[in-house]
């Protein structure tokens, strides 16, 4: 299915809207092609923390893209993966250097998953598929496009995940945002499941979120079936009539 | 400043001459070519063997 | 230091902290090539011997050099650099020395330089502190058996999910919607809340 995706996309060559775009829905890197699960699953205990994340992967993601096709034409390709390698561990340190000044708290939530962004196959996947081919400025769309899809994705699941376990989103408590509290306050037991914020919990909710994704496919796609077999039956009716009209009319003027 | 520029060129040596090295060394007889249909879920993008098998392909 | 070290950093490195089912690393892997259990072994063995030879290089190396040089800052780039050459010079050992071993192992290689296992586990080891709870010679044995460890953990899930998803695979009361991934994640889920039932034990 990505490589149907991917030949399809390549042949249009879509406006820098579309490109921007495709990350959200069509090609969100989470829901469909299922890359960068490791934060996905582990960073998305509550939203604020999702968001964090989605954040620094956007940083890393547009300025490892508009690196990566700037200096596209002078790297052998014996050396482009390490090089590539090179380049998003820059930004990877830089931007876990930032985050430990700036946002102590964030810093300590994601823990382990800051350096691990280098493996996340999302950036990396992004210079060796978009960024080696194109120019800067698509390039940097691109980049902003998906990582902006990968944090939707993530605040997706974040926001249900910390709504289930604690029946309330919080904020102020991982960024600087300079004030705290918390919305949607529902104080019962119905939403209190601690599981959901834990690691079980994860794997459930995107394996619902993913579900429900497939449902909508299946549905269109049957959609989409049942249209053209319409249509087909449709044509079938219409030459049998122009055939019984023709063998009519020959019929009449044999007469 | 310095010790560490050096370090990262020393270490993306190393990356290149064990790539070198690797790639120099043939694979046993009868194994060059992998089972594609074995490898097909995965979505990993640094794989060299993905990489081959879409050259292949696109040849 | 006794062995109870050695047996409780095994133990929690491979069930109460399993890498992948509690702590996500090595989820692409996991849910990738654990569709036969024959490939699932394969990936498992691969991921064991570089693990455990990228903790007992990397741990040294952040000790010896990084630290004297006071360049802590370029962990995360040395450690990947190290583990990608690390999976070459293997790859190419195992093909010049062992067929057999580059039969079953030879495709898994290549996909490990990107396993987030991997690095978690030699960033983990570091920011773990062996090194300052048990000092830094002995921290070395203990960072390479966690490193043992959370391998036999990550195989363990490996196996076990492989051989429901064979099953899972030839279900057909399934709801369409459900087939395929969506399906395995709940059923990695449900694995989760179990290997959460073995938090006590250490």
């Given at each position: 299915m990505a490589a149907n995706v991917a030949k399809k996309t390549a042949k249009k060559t879509p406006g820098q809207l579309a490109n921007f775009t495709k990350g959200f829905i069509k090609e969100n890197p989470v829901f469909v092609f299922l890359l960068g699960l490791c934060p996905a699953l582990a960073v998305t205990s509550t939203l604020e923390t999702s968001l964090g994340m989605g954040l620094l992967v956007v940083f890393v993601l547009v300025l490892s893209n508009i690196v990566v096709s700037l200096i596209k034409n002078f790297i052998p390709k014996e050396v482009k993966i390490p090089s590539y390698i090179v380049i998003i561990s820059t930004f990877v340190t830089m931007v876990g250097l930032l985050t430990e000044a700036y946002a102590e708290n964030l810093f300590e939530s994601l823990g382990i998953f800051i350096p691990l962004i280098?493996?996340?196959?999302?950036?990396?996947?992004?210079?060796?598929?978009?960024?080696?081919k194109n120019n800067?400025?698509?390039?940097a769309i691109d980049g902003l496009g998906m990582a902006l899809g990968f944090t939707f994705a993530l605040m997706l699941i974040?926001?249900?995940?910390?709504?289930?376990?604690?029946?309330?989103?919080a904020y102020g408590e991982y960024l600087p945002l300079g004030v705290s509290g918390s919305i949607f306050n529902f104080d019962t037991h119905l939403f209190?499941?601690?599981?959901?914020?834990?690691?079980?919990?994860?794997f459930i909710v995107i394996g619902v979120i993913l579900a429900i994704l497939q449902a909508i496919d299946l549905n269109k796609k049957k959609k989409a079936e049942i249209a053209r077999q319409k249509m087909i039956e449709e044509k079938k009716r219409l030459a049998l009539?122009?055939?019984?009209?023709?063998?009519?009319?020959?019929a009449g003027g044999q007469a | 400043m310095l010790p560490g520029i050096l370090f990262v060129c020393g270490a993306v040596g190393l990356y290149m001459v064990s790539f070198a090295l690797n790639k120099k060394t043939a694979a046993p007889e009868g194994l060059s070519k992998i089972d594609a249909l074995k490898c097909g879920a995965c979505q990993n993008f640094a794989c060299t063997i993905k990489q081959t098998l879409e050259e292949e392909e696109a040849v | 230091m006794t062995w109870t070290v050695f047996f409780t950093a095994i133990f929690s490195a491979m069930l109460i902290n399993n890498v992948v089912l509690l702590r996500f690393l090595g989820v692409c892997p996991f849910l990738g090539v654990s569709k036969k259990t024959e490939s699932a072994l394969g990936m498992s063995m691969a991921v064991t011997f570089v693990m455990v030879v990228a903790a007992a290089v990397t741990y040294p190396l952040y000790y010896l050099v990084l630290k004297p040089l006071e360049i802590e800052y370029v962990q995360t780039i040395a450690f990947i650099l190290i583990i990608a050459s690390l999976v070459q010079l293997v790859e190419m050992f195992i093909k010049k020395f062992s067929k057999k071993l580059y039969k079953s192992l030879g495709i898994y290689l290549p996909l490990i330089t990107t396993n987030c296992a991997i690095l978690?586990?030699?960033?983990?080891?570091?920011?773990?502190?062996?090194?300052?709870?048990?000092?830094?010679?002995?921290?070395?044995?203990?960072?390479?058996?966690?490193?043992?460890?959370?391998a036999l953990g990550f195989g363990l899930v490996m196996f076990s999910f492989s051989s429901i998803r064979e099953r899972l695979d030839a279900a057909t009361n399934l709801p369409e919607?459900?087939?395929?991934?969506?399906?395995?994640l709940i059923v990695a889920g449900i694995m989760a809340l179990a290997f959460l039932g073995l938090g006590g034990i250490v």
């Open positions: 280098v493996v996340n196959c999302l950036i990396l996947g992004r210079a060796e598929s978009f960024a080696s800067v400025v698509s390039s974040g926001v249900s995940r910390e709504f289930l376990s604690t029946g309330a989103i209190n499941m601690a599981v959901f914020g834990g690691p079980a919990g994860g009539e122009r055939k019984r009209k023709k063998e009519l009319e020959s | - | 978690g586990i030699a960033v983990q080891n570091i920011t773990d502190n062996y090194a300052d709870l048990y000092g830094i010679g002995p921290g070395f044995f203990v960072a390479v058996v966690t490193a043992f460890g959370a919607s459900w087939r395929g991934v969506p399906v395995s």
